[in-house]
């Protein structure tokens, strides 16, 4: 059974940093395409950055310059460090794994973790 466990939320102050981690189990996603949305209380879950075998990544405008994702495929994991935080950052974060279309298209991937919260304050 396939299970991605997200870790590293909390509560931060704005202009904070935050370092989340999501680890693989059941297959390994080493060849496979990993990302991750948020979704904020009473909006829908949007992309934040997806990550492709080889290295090449993608952002969505909201997070580029603040957030870097990676990847370890020895240890099939996919981090996001989350620098410069703001108060709009606040979501649930969901790590997501094997994309099959467009990578902002919450249908395209096929599996999803439970999220892990991030609130920050202003």
């Known amino acids: 059974q396939v299970q991605l466990v997200e870790s590293g939320g909390g509560l931060v102050q704005a202009g904070g940093s935050l370092r989340l981690s999501c680890a693989a189990s059941?297959?390994?996603?080493?060849?496979?395409?990993m990302g991750w949305f948020r979704q904020a209380p009473g909006k829908e879950r949007e992309f934040v950055a997806a990550?492709?075998?080889?290295?090449?990544?993608y952002y969505a405008e909201s997070v580029k310059g603040r957030f870097t994702i990676s990847r370890d495929n020895a240890k099939n994991t996919v981090s996001l460090q989350m620098n410069s935080l703001e108060p709009e950052d606040t979501a649930v974060y969901y790590c997501?794994?094997?994309?099959?279309?467009?990578?902002?298209?919450?249908?395209?991937?096929?599996?999803w973790g439970q999220g892990t919260q991030v609130t920050v304050s202003s």
């Open positions: 990550i492709w075998s080889g290295g090449p990544t």
């Open positions: 997501a794994a094997d994309l099959r279309g467009a990578p902002i298209r919450v249908r395209s991937w096929g599996y």
């Open positions: 059941g297959r390994t996603f080493n060849s496979a395409v």
